[in-house]
């Protein structure tokens, strides 16, 4: 690699910033990244954790690496899921998750590629809008199919009708996806519940394009910058995101590019506002032993960590029992940063090992607020053949506020309007 003219170790150093730069250098190699990190725990190789990344990094931006040492750093680089725990554990707080997106990006602009599955799958975001390589005039449907069902108290509008004080950005998820659809469903219902006056844009919703940047793909900003330039020219300030990965991309990855006075929260702390204003009332109890899985890109990047607890302690009947790792410790469950797609079967052991750990508990039910998070957990209980069922945080707070608009009935519906 050091002799490699191709890829010159200079431009490798220019794509990351002063700052990182420095990082590299500060690694105190003190191996607390080896005790935290959920993927080491599934493939305990040096080269996998920050510590190994660092130095191989170090080396590749100073003299460069060999072709051995090279493919053994991509390897590490894209075996994981940028959870952010190394950054939560490290002594001098390097912001590994920062780096690695960075470093990927880098090392792409330099002429080496990411992994094929995630070319493939960042290749569909560019060109159909979406992961799901569906038309875009397939995106709010759900919404339609929803009312159509009686599913909502009437029909979710779209901005382009109806400018409202809030916009719901449902995500590609929740809107292609027919088992997460629900999630959209159960999340507008209960805007409507709350009597909140929000809209959706439907076949004008982008992608927030915030995979782009997990898997280090150019053009992340310029990206960005369109869809501020959209929420800008259609008026919008409040934006209510049921995704994590979105919130992540709205709230964090666009800062600096998003306008001050455009807010965007996350529907699980939004939703506990209402019900501390007394907007939403969770009534019906709930008889379930409960834990709660932190997903990474809410807890560890965004510090969102009381409020989905909050609203738990809220709905009638519900046991919140805690994981040996939750909060800022929280194990990932391997769905970030493109890593489900690079190695799908870390991804499974990851997950396999977070769903043990809440079994531990003696919980019935482990939930979350993160549908990609849902999907992963589902992987573990699979995996391993558990007995514990894995909820979105909506699931039980519709079970409180409107049972009638459970997941098995919005399944039941949307099954019948496709026969």
């Known amino acids: 690699m050091a002799e490699d003219k191709a890829v010159p170790t200079d431009k490798i150093a220019a794509g990351l910033t002063r700052r990182q730069l420095i990082e590299i250098d500060a690694c105190a190699r003190c191996g607390e990244c080896l005790a935290w990190c959920p993927v080491y725990a599934q493939d305990p190789r040096e080269s996998i954790c920050s510590r190994g990344k660092l130095r191989s990094l170090k080396g590749l931006v100073r003299s460069g690496l060999d072709e051995a040492e090279q493919k053994e750093f991509l390897e590490g680089l894209y075996e994981c899921s940028a959870c952010g725990q190394c950054h939560v554990v490290c002594p001098v707080r390097i912001n590994t998750h920062e780096l690695w997106e960075q470093a990927r990006e880098s090392l792409v602009k330099a002429g080496i590629p990411q992994p094929e599955q995630q070319i493939k799958h960042l290749a569909a975001i560019r060109e159909f809008n979406n992961a799901y390589a569906k038309p875009q005039q397939e995106r709010g449907a759900w919404a339609e199919k929803a009312w159509k069902a009686g599913l909502l108290r009437e029909p979710v509008r779209l901005w382009k009708e109806h400018r409202a004080s809030v916009l719901y950005f449902a995500g590609c998820?929740?809107?292609?996806?027919?088992?997460?659809?629900?999630?959209?469903?159960?999340?507008?219902?209960l805007l409507q519940e709350a009597g909140i006056d929000f809209a959706i844009l439907g076949p004008d919703e982008p992608c927030c394009a915030s995979k782009l940047r997990r898997m280090g793909a150019p053009g992340f900003a310029d990206e960005a910058r369109k869809r501020v330039d959209l929420f800008r020219e259609q008026g919008i300030e409040t934006i209510v995101v049921s995704c994590a990965g979105c919130f992540k991309g709205l709230h964090a990855d666009y800062r600096g590019i998003l306008s001050p006075s455009t807010e965007v929260f996350p529907l699980t702390a939004y939703l506990d506002r209402l019900i501390g204003e007394g907007r939403l009332r969770p009534r019906e109890?709930?008889?379930?032993?409960?834990?709660?899985?932190?997903?990474?890109?809410?807890?560890?990047?965004?510090?969102?960590?009381?409020?989905?607890?909050?609203?738990?302690?809220?709905?009638?009947?519900?046991?919140?029992?805690?994981?040996?790792?939750?909060?800022?410790?929280?194990?990932?469950?391997?769905?970030?940063?493109?890593?489900?797609l690079a190695k799908p079967e870390i991804q499974k052991k990851m997950s396999a090992a977070r769903v043990k750990e809440a079994e531990d508990t003696g919980a019935e039910v482990i939930i979350t607020p993160c549908q990609t998070c849902q999907i992963g957990l589902t992987v573990g209980v699979e995996a391993i053949s558990s007995r514990l069922r894995v909820y979105h945080m909506n699931e039980v707070l519709i079970r409180s506020v409107c049972p009638e608009v459970c997941r098995e009935h919005i399944e039941k519906a949307f099954a019948a309007a496709e026969e």
Do not use: W
């Open 285 to 340: 109890k709930v008889p379930l032993r409960v834990t709660y899985h932190d997903p990474c890109h809410l807890g560890r990047h965004n510090q969102i960590y009381s409020e989905p607890r909050s609203l738990l302690n809220a709905i009638p009947g519900i046991e919140l029992v805690e994981m040996r790792r939750h909060g800022p410790f929280s194990a990932c469950c391997g769905m970030g940063g493109g890593l489900k």
């Open 173 to 189: 998820t929740a809107s292609f996806d027919p088992v997460m659809q629900a999630v959209a469903v159960q999340s507008a219902r």
